[in-house]
């Protein structure tokens, strides 16, 4: 069985009662996947796990603008109903996909 290293946590969620972590893995650019908490059995990187803080999770992007020469995007949380913001794309490392996703719907 192979065995994996992982490089930084960036993300936390709960999926159908399950807590997941994001994880970025050591020599795998670009391949960051949901992993269940009980997947990750490395006590050293469970003890990373436990101080994450303050991660939040978008549900959409809804829309773009440029504010003080600064590219934002209007950001839709998951858990923050009527909680928008405008976030410069140097808060958004995480979310590439949804950022991606919301410029494709733009050009079409």
Known sequence: C???EVQEIIGRRTR???LQYRVRWVGFPGQDTWKPASNLSNAQEINKLNK???IFEVQEIIGKRI???TLQYRVRWIGFSGQD?????SNLGN???AVNC???IMKE
């Open 16 to 18: 159908n009662g399950t």
């Open 52 to 54: 994450i803080k303050d």
């Open 95 to 97: 979310t590439r996909e």
């Open 85 to 89: 913001t405008w976030e410069p794309t």
């Open 67 to 69: 504010r003080n020469g």
């Open 2 to 4: 192979d065995t994996f």
């Open 102 to 104: 919301y410029e494709d």
